[in-house]
DNA sequence: GGGATGTATCAAAAAAACATCAAAAAAAAC
DNA sequence: GTTTTTTTTGATGTTTTTTTGATACATCCC
């Protein structure tokens, strides 16, 4: 999340873009710009950016009305840059929506680590996934598979297995893709491994392993994991 | 929620404390007051209040270290007062887990402002300081661990690594995301510290270390910390 | 029906991962 | 500056998982 994080850069000075693009993506971001008002909320709406620097002296219209327009629909962190240090600009900016208020000339380290603290504030709780398919339940965030609530204990190939099943569940999935995506390019012939593998799995989750109802051979192709 | 918030003010000064109790009591918060870094972080578990003001100089300890002990337990907002204005103090508390560094002397309408601010950001949740597993009772605020009430002491690395364990208890920690939390991005592949501490911890908190229920292996992946 | 192909299952051998003990080195406490 | 505690390193035995091999079953096509 914070490496490659997308930053939206609004100033109208091209130098002043330019100087933090080269400091921001020298430590991992990557940069958009935008030059006017209207431009930042444009750019905002398109490229869903995680931050946002915001220069209050924007040519065409003022930095509070900007983030005022930007709070409207998006909570995206926005940091003030500025060269007034009013107490009153900074509690309007403040208050308007912004996340964090810097007086130019401000020290990039200290910027840095204000992008750092304002992206803690934006993580949204992390939700839980979880896959059902008839008794069978797995949370993948938790890597935890339960079957009728009861945990089912997988190594490490069976869960890779079955969470393959699961990114593609109710798609075929074909021998050489299997191979490859949990044991690696080299042993796409080495089918056997599926056979073992799968009568495995099997044998854990299905309530008759003779009569699969949650993973499907489909022969001469490869398998298949039942959606419900 | 902004009418009558309460809010911990840490300062070792009684005139400043009083000085911040009547500005804020003016705007409707209710204020406590802790003097020192150990008293500071015993209020907070008592007091649960909805924002911390924390001057950096206290007599006892480093503003910094309180800080990272809160950040143990708790997301409660953090701003830093500090007559220290230096880049680096201000990065080191904000990378510490503060929200807000102000430099004093410092506007009230400023101050203010970043407490609505913080607030905007806080993220209602009830937060656990005492984790329960079984016998086991780990108290976060106070780093006390007790196993049928009887108290154990850990290593430095031990408590780290059992605090961890408990922050995402349920979930399967992976030998590199422990390594890199506990010891450092540098160590994940020294797999072999995960046998020897988990071995102790065990030693110390397991009833039958060889047959462990409430930390579980998950071979060839990581660890996991079973929640009751 | 009968061979050919593809599949399921069981069980062993081999490999990898893990637990544990203990000594050496480093760090912390006194 | 010495003692104590903690961390790091090394060696050894155990458990778990993966790989390999053998065998049986099913289905399709001739």
């Known amino acids: 999340m914070a490496e490659g994080a997308q ?4 100033d109208d000075e091209p130098q002043i873009r330019r100087f933090l693009r080269i400091s921001l993506e020298a430590n991992g971001y990557c940069i ?3 030059a006017t008002g209207h431009d930042a909320i444009l750019k905002t709406a398109q490229l869903r950016p995680d931050l946002i620097i915001l220069d209050m002296g924007l040519p065409d219209s003022d930095g509070l009305d900007v983030v005022r327009r930007l709070r409207e629909w998006t909570k995206t962190p926005v940091i003030i840059l500025s060269v007034r240090d009013s107490d009153q600009d900074k509690v309007d ?8 208020y810097l007086t130019k000339p401000f020290s990039m380290d200290e910027l840095m680590a204000r992008i750092r603290t304002a992206q803690r504030h934006a993580q949204p709780q992390q939700e839980e996934i979880v896959f059902t398919s008839g008794r069978l339940k797995v949370d993948l965030s ?9 945990p089912v204990k997988l ?11 699961i990114q593609h569940a109710g798609k075929v999935l074909t021998h050489q893709q299997i191979l490859r995506e949990v ?3 080299e042993y ?5 491994y599926l056979r073992v593998y799968f009568a495995q799995l099997r044998q854990k989750i299905e309530e008759n ?8 051979t489909e022969p001469g192709v490869g398998y298949r994991l039942v959606r419900v």
Do not use: F, K, Q, S
Request: aromatic share 4%.
């Open 7 to 10: 930053i939206l850069i609004v």
């Open 32 to 34: 958009h710009e935008a």
């Open 93 to 100: 900016a403040l208050d308007a929506g912004a996340d964090d």
């Open 142 to 150: 938790r890597r935890v598979v339960t079957i009728n609530g009861e």
């Open 155 to 165: 190594t490490r190939t069976e869960y890779a297995l079955l969470r393959l099943l």
């Open 183 to 185: 044991w690696g390019p």
């Open 188 to 192: 796409i012939h080495e089918t056997h």
């Open 209 to 216: 392993p003779a009569l699969p109802e949650i993973i499907i």
